[in-house]
């Protein structure tokens, strides 16, 4: 608005007005100088702020993302601070000046920079690139949650909340690789498994098939990962971690699938951690607090499992509490949780170094090959002597049911077999390792037995089956991949983290990638080392009953097994709490996306924003898996959600890279398609190799989830017959299609390229569909227009002619995309039609491609460059983004390739972000692959240009271009005699052709009126243009000649050839040009010179088109500009934005 009022007040007669004008003048002075009683002729401006009350209306609405990059305004300017998106009162938005500042267009100095005058009428929409850099990479700064990030792109709420939020923000993200991703993801992964299941499971599947059970996890979240870095880098991944990444890549439908399995993937790993928890203190700890006792020998595991669920409840209630009370304290404790787990690791690994010359002594007792329980005796003999007598021992009682050791009631097993003690630990030296290389998996109830041991092998009887270490579960490859999963994941924790990072594109990757580096090690030398230390039976021994109820891992640690156990206790909590953390927060998200209407109550909190809600919904399952009450069968249940969540993380990161998406540029390289298509399978395999009924009702689940997110947001139409389908899936696609403007993430110039066919209905600059074709590389919508002048009925069939000539060379060269032939009497209406009505609901287009109009100088006609401005006016009212090459004749074509060279981007104006994203989609064809983009922006006298380099290299660092950036100084020098003396030549061509075209109407009217002078004359245009330009002329005109008149007209027709011949020596002194074309002029002489200079050798040069003046008089000198801009340059694009924003630093 400001803009607008300095206009007004240039009509003033008054010097304030003027000054106002020049900027010189302070505002409120301005605002004075308008005089109260103004005449007629001068329009007043009022300025009334007025709030939209409709504005919540379309705030919500993702899709519009027009963004403010101003500061702040204080109150009185508060109108201002909604020009984001208006509504014409008919549902049509449009923006207000997005861009800029009321107080800045107020400053004249910005409006009348000498070096940019050619840009100066739409500085209040298109800011210079120097007063804008500042805040774009300010913009970036906001705090990285949901919240701010939804704010971020939907422009959500007032000026003062952002900028609340942007205060918030200020404290700057500190937490590097090490801190931020690498040790919580370390914790993360490292949990209950590593302690309490993987010594079993080394013993079950044996060496080498544990080796293929941890490699296969491995490579999955390896290959996860590397697709998860892809999306995380491709730009700030907020709270929400993998339901952010995949909502933002797949849509809501598959993301609120994913993130609820996610979520309930994360809660029943709170509920494992906590059972881990409780059989570690039961167990191992203080079995003594055991409130359920077996009331017979075969009730163990009932009890055991009614004590897990008892004690898990307590605890879950507990961790809840804490939960609710204060997160931070959960947060602070993290690092020590994560101290015991590395601790623990260590101790084992240095056990493992000191078994080799002196393994601990955990003598195992045997029964012939069998394993027995160390706690039900103390003396591994049938019989001791006590006093010189021979006396049975308590084993003997226990199988004998006697003390006087006859043999009538004894087992027959322990009859037949010896009882022998064998060494539990062997140690690293010991070659127990090739025992222990293959599986021996175990039914359930099945007797730990020793292979290669002597023995007699009977039945012996079942009632002494409580004596054995058995089996408690049925083993097979399968079940333990469903069982060793859960300690793999944790993967995500870095991502989740992102706004808190110093740098989150680099250290996302990096610290996940080095977290599962590190911990495949450890796994794989953990099963290498409990393979070569422990007896292949104790492995077996889930519980540690053979070695006297000690943990098995734990008897290898040194200095005690203490050490592992205490530490795993406390690491196995503080998951726990971690998980009871993450999850509510993980719900509140996808409850506050409200893509699920009946999870809404779950958004809601604490006034400090802490989802009480979620936190109770998050306890009530967790509780439900606490009632399982077994480690073994909860862990698969978790890797069914884990295993489903990180396939759509696979599958958004090759759908994204097969679609070639304009936004898709992570930062991070090392990743492919093909790739991520491989972690799908391996987890798809996954699935159904640990648990095919368990992998069917998680899928289910998220079947169901994303059917009911569909059919909330869309109606369905079924026809019959495959057409019918086909037609019903196109409809809904475009309905869906026209529901609001595309994401800014999901911008890619849509085409329609304006064709000029000759007479021959040849298409005259073939190459503009040959640039078309290598910026569009197949993707998106090409719409290949063209207009034919006559009348439609007569020209049908050429107009068929001319779209068989086109749709010909769209094969040659490649184009896939639509053809549209429009027949119009004047070719200016048949071009403003096909900007108007080409495409189809949301398939619309969003660019015009414009061929230049070569030889305009030259021509007498003017309608070839007053179409060209007329079209350029035409897509700036439309919204449209604008190209034009020029010099279209030297593009490259598609059998060319660029080796090396570069593209410059000369960005002095900012429109959306057209001038970054082009180059980067023309990179993407393999003419232009290996050329180098640079960037260059103009600086002035009062700009601070070092300042402004580091700016723009951050502003690309975070939309993930790679460019090398230049910040170019341009001084304010007096304007040259070049400049004046090529104003003066435009100003007395323009002088001569006009003078040329009115006695060339003087001719024609004297031959009509000769022909019949009283007649009534259809004149023509003045300027014999096809459309009405200047005043019109009445059709009818009576003639009522007088002597006096008679003499004038003769006088006028034999001065006519003398005027030509004085114009051509009118030499108009220097100080009687236009001043206003001599700033235009002097601005295009400057930067012509500095491009000129800097880019003489690119091979592409993208540049600002300035506008077309808002006085339709200066449009042959707006021409004179373009060319005088772009002389000496062998291929210019020139670039004009639609003023939206078409590229953003999101994911």
């Known amino acids: 608005m400001g803009g607008v009022e300095e206009r007004g007040f240039l009509r003033g007669s008054d010097r304030t007005g003027q000054e106002c004008a020049a900027g010189s003048a302070p505002r409120p002075a301005c605002l004075a100088a308008v005089p109260r009683g103004a005449p007629a002729a001068m329009p007043h401006f009022t300025v009334v702020p007025v709030e939209d009350k409709h504005r919540a209306d379309y705030d919500s609405v993702e899709g519009l993302s027009w963004v403010d990059y101003r500061e702040p305004a204080a109150a009185p300017a508060a109108a201002d601070s909604y020009d984001t998106v208006s509504s014409d009162g008919h549902g049509n938005h449009k923006e207000n000046s997005p861009f800029l500042n009321s107080s800045e267009a107020g400053k004249g100095g910005d409006y009348y920079d000498r070096n940019l005058a050619l840009f100066e009428e739409e500085l209040d929409i298109r800011p210079k690139v120097?007063?804008?850099?500042?805040?774009?990479?300010?913009?970036?700064?906001?705090?990285?949650?949901?919240?701010?990030?939804?704010?971020?792109?939907?422009?959500?709420?007032?000026?003062?909340?952002?900028?609340?939020?942007?205060?918030?923000?200020?404290?700057?993200?500190?937490?590097?690789?090490?801190?931020?991703?690498?040790?919580?993801?370390?914790?993360?992964?490292?949990?209950?498994?590593?302690?309490?299941?993987?010594?079993?499971?080394?013993?079950?599947?044996?060496?080498?098939?544990?080796?293929?059970?941890?490699?296969?996890?491995?490579?999955?979240?390896?290959?996860?990962?590397?697709?998860?870095?892809?999306?995380?880098?491709?730009?700030?991944?907020?709270?929400?971690?993998?339901?952010?990444?995949?909502?933002?890549?797949?849509?809501?439908?598959f993301g609120g699938a994913v993130g609820l399995c996610f979520y309930l993937g994360t809660t029943f790993a709170g509920a494992m951690y906590i059972l881990g928890a409780i059989e570690i203190l039961l167990t191992y700890i203080v079995p003594q607090a055991a409130i359920f006792y077996p009331s017979g020998a075969h009730d163990a595991s009932s009890a055991m499992l009614n004590n897990m669920r008892v004690y898990g409840t307590v605890f879950l209630i507990l961790m809840a509490v804490v939960v609710f009370v204060g997160v931070k304290y959960v947060n602070k404790f993290a690092s020590l949780f994560l101290a015991c787990v590395v601790i623990?690791?260590?101790?084992?690994?240095?056990?493992?170094?000191?078994?080799?010359f002196d393994p601990p002594e955990f003598p195992i007792c045997m029964l012939g090959n069998r394993t027995l329980i160390r706690d039900q005796f103390d003396v591994c003999a049938k019989t001791i002597v006590k006093d010189n007598i021979t006396v049975a021992s308590k084993l003997w009682e226990n199988f004998c049911h006697n003390t006087n050791l006859t043999t009538e009631n004894c087992d027959e097993y322990f009859l037949l077999n010896n009882v022998s003690e064998i060494a539990g630990i062997p140690g690293a030296a010991s070659g127990i390792l090739k025992d222990n290389l293959w599986s021996n998996y175990l039914e359930k109830g099945e007797i730990l037995e020793k292979a290669h041991h002597p023995s007699v092998d009977v039945a012996g009887q079942k009632n002494?089956?409580?004596?054995?270490?058995?089996?408690?579960?049925?083993?097979?490859?399968?079940?333990?991949?469903?069982?060793?999963?859960?300690?793999?994941?944790?993967?995500?924790?870095?991502?989740?983290?992102?706004?808190?990072?110093?740098?989150?594109?680099?250290?996302?990757?990096?610290?996940?990638?080095?977290?599962?580096?590190?911990?495949?090690?450890?796994?794989?030398?953990?099963?290498?080392?409990?393979?070569?230390?422990?007896?292949?039976?104790?492995?077996?021994?889930?519980?540690?009953?053979?070695?006297?109820?000690?943990?098995?891992?734990?008897?290898?640690?040194?200095p005690s097994p203490w050490v592992i156990v205490i530490g795993s206790f406390f690491s196995t909590c503080g998951a726990g709490l971690q998980s009871l953390?993450?999850?509510?927060?993980?719900?509140?998200?996808?409850?506050?996306?409200?893509?699920?209407?009946?999870?809404?109550?779950?958004?809601?909190?604490?006034?400090?924003?802490?989802?009480?809600?979620?936190?109770?919904?998050?306890?009530?399952?967790?509780?439900?898996?606490?009632?399982?009450?077994?480690?073994?069968?909860?862990?698969?249940?978790?890797?069914?959600?884990?295993?489903?969540?990180?396939?759509?993380?696979?599958?958004?990161?090759?759908?994204?890279?097969?679609?070639?998406?304009?936004?898709?540029?992570?930062?991070?390289?090392?990743?492919?398609?093909?790739?991520?298509?491989?972690?799908?399978?391996?987890?798809?395999?996954?699935?159904?190799?640990?648990?095919?009924?368990?992998?069917?009702?998680?899928?289910?689940?998220?079947?169901?989830?994303?059917?009911?997110?569909?059919?909330?947001?869309?109606?369905?139409?079924?026809?019959?017959?495959?057409?019918?389908?086909?037609?019903?899936?196109?409809?809904?696609?475009?309905?869906?299609?026209?529901?609001?403007?595309?994401?800014?993430?999901?911008?890619?110039?849509?085409?329609?390229?304006?064709?000029?066919?000759?007479?021959?209905?040849?298409?005259?600059?073939?190459?503009?569909?040959?640039?078309?074709?290598?910026?569009?590389?197949?993707?998106?919508?090409?719409?290949?227009?063209?207009?034919?002048?006559?009348?439609?009925?007569e020209t049908y069939g050429e107009a068929q002619a001319a779209e068989q000539t086109i749709k010909n060379m769209m094969d040659i060269e490649k184009v896939k995309g639509f053809c549209q032939v429009v027949v119009a009497n004047k070719v200016r209406e048949g071009i403003a039609h096909l900007i108007q009505s080409c495409g189809l609901g949301g398939m619309k287009h969003n660019t015009v491609v414009l061929g230049w109009p070569y030889g305009w100088r030259q021509s007498e006609d003017p309608r070839s460059w007053k179409t060209f401005i007329g079209t350029v006016r035409c897509t700036t009212a439309a919204h449209l983004a604008l190209l034009v090459p020029k010099n279209v004749s030297f593009y490259p074509s598609n059998h060319e390739r660029y080796n090396e060279g570069n593209i410059d981007v000369w960005w002095i104006v900012h429109d959306g972000g057209m001038l970054m994203l082009l180059p980067f989609l023309l990179k993407q064809h393999k003419v232009w692959r290996k050329c180098k983009m640079r960037i260059f922006t103009v600086a002035q006298m009062d700009d601070n240009s070092i300042q402004m380099k580091k700016d723009l290299a951050t502003f690309l660092y975070q939309l993930r271009i790679e460019a090398e950036v230049e910040v170019v100084e341009m001084h304010n020098?007096?304007?040259?005699?070049?400049?004046?003396?090529?104003?003066?030549?435009?100003?007395?061509?323009?002088?001569?052709?006009?003078?040329?075209?009115?006695?060339?109407?003087?001719?024609?009217?004297?031959?009509?009126?000769?022909?019949?002078?009283?007649?009534?004359?259809?004149?023509?245009?003045?300027?014999?243009?096809?459309?009405?330009?200047?005043?019109?002329?009445?059709?009818?005109?009576?003639?009522?000649?007088?002597?006096?008149?008679?003499?004038?007209?003769?006088?006028?027709?034999?001065?006519?050839?003398?005027?030509?011949?004085?114009?051509?020596?009118?030499?108009?002194?220097?100080?009687?040009?236009?001043?206003?074309?001599?700033?235009?002029?002097?601005?295009?002489?400057?930067?012509?010179?500095?491009?000129?200079?800097?880019?003489?050798?690119?091979?592409?040069?993208?540049?600002?088109?300035?506008?077309?003046?808002?006085?339709?008089?200066?449009?042959?000198?707006?021409?004179?500009?373009?060319?005088?801009?772009?002389?000496g340059l062998e291929r210019v694009l020139l670039v004009r934005g639609g003023g939206r924003e078409v590229i953003t630093i999101y994911s």
């Open 130 to 253: 120097s007063s804008l850099l500042g805040k774009l990479v300010n913009y970036t700064n906001l705090t990285q949650g949901v919240k701010e990030h939804e704010e971020a792109e939907n422009t959500d709420g007032s000026k003062k909340k952002v900028s609340k939020h942007a205060v918030e923000g200020n404290k700057s993200p500190s937490m590097g690789t090490l801190m931020g991703v690498y040790l919580p993801c370390m914790q993360n992964i490292f949990g209950v498994i590593l302690f309490l299941r993987l010594t079993w499971m080394v013993g079950m599947a044996g060496v080498l098939q544990s080796f293929l059970i941890v490699l296969l996890c491995c490579c999955c979240t390896m290959l996860t990962t590397i697709s998860m870095s892809a999306i995380a880098t491709n730009g700030v991944v907020p709270a929400g971690g993998s339901y952010f990444m995949i909502s933002r890549s797949l849509g809501p439908e």
């Open 344 to 356: 623990s690791i260590l101790s084992i690994y240095a056990g493992a170094i000191k078994s080799i």
């Open 464 to 558: 002494n089956l409580h004596l054995y270490v058995l089996s408690d579960i049925s083993t097979s490859f399968m079940v333990l991949v469903g069982i060793f999963f859960p300690s793999v994941t944790g993967i995500m924790a870095g991502s989740n983290r992102s706004g808190d990072l110093k740098d989150a594109q680099k250290s996302i990757p990096v610290g996940t990638i080095l977290a599962i580096v590190t911990t495949s090690l450890v796994y794989f030398s953990c099963v290498l080392l409990f393979g070569a230390c422990i007896e292949g039976v104790v492995l077996r021994d889930k519980y540690g009953d053979a070695v006297n109820k000690n943990l098995v891992v734990g008897t290898l640690s040194w």
């Open 581 to 793: 953390t993450g999850a509510p927060r993980l719900l509140q998200a996808i409850a506050k996306d409200n893509i699920i209407p009946f999870l809404w109550v779950f958004g809601h909190g604490k006034a400090n924003g802490e989802p009480t809600w979620a936190l109770l919904l998050t306890a009530l399952i967790a509780e439900l898996g606490i009632l399982i009450a077994s480690l073994d069968m909860v862990a698969p249940i978790l890797s069914m959600f884990f295993l489903m969540c990180y396939l759509f993380v696979n599958l958004a990161c090759a759908v994204q890279t097969l679609l070639r998406t304009p936004n898709w540029r992570p930062r991070f390289k090392y990743y492919h398609w093909a790739l991520s298509f491989l972690g799908m399978s391996i987890c798809l395999a996954l699935m159904f190799i640990s648990s095919w009924y368990y992998a069917l009702v998680a899928m289910l689940i998220a079947g169901m989830i994303y059917k009911y997110i569909e059919y909330q947001g869309a109606e369905k139409e079924w026809g019959d017959g495959i057409r019918g389908l086909s037609l019903s899936a196109a409809r809904y696609a475009l309905l869906r299609l026209e529901e609001g403007p595309p994401h800014t993430k999901n911008w890619r110039p849509q085409l329609l390229v304006l064709l000029k066919l000759d007479e021959d209905l040849h298409v005259k600059y073939p190459r503009l569909l040959t640039f078309a074709s290598q910026l569009k590389a197949g993707k998106g919508l090409t719409i290949i227009g063209s207009v034919i002048q006559g009348n439609f009925l």
């Open 973 to 1127: 020098s007096d304007i040259s005699a070049y400049t004046y003396e090529r104003t003066l030549m435009m100003e007395q061509r323009s002088q001569m052709l006009r003078q040329m075209r009115l006695t060339k109407t003087e001719r024609e009217r004297e031959a009509q009126l000769v022909k019949d002078r009283h007649s009534i004359a259809r004149l023509e245009s003045l300027y014999s243009d096809e459309e009405d330009e200047g005043d019109p002329v009445p059709e009818n005109i009576q003639m009522t000649w007088t002597k006096e008149k008679c003499d004038a007209e003769k006088r006028n027709r034999g001065s006519a050839v003398g005027s030509f011949r004085d114009l051509i020596s009118i030499k108009p002194e220097w100080e009687n040009l236009n001043q206003s074309n001599v700033r235009r002029m002097h601005t295009a002489v400057k930067l012509n010179e500095v491009i000129v200079n800097r880019s003489h050798d690119a091979r592409l040069v993208l540049l600002n088109m300035p506008g077309p003046p808002k006085n339709t008089d200066g449009d042959e000198n707006y021409m004179e500009f373009l060319e005088v801009l772009t002389e």
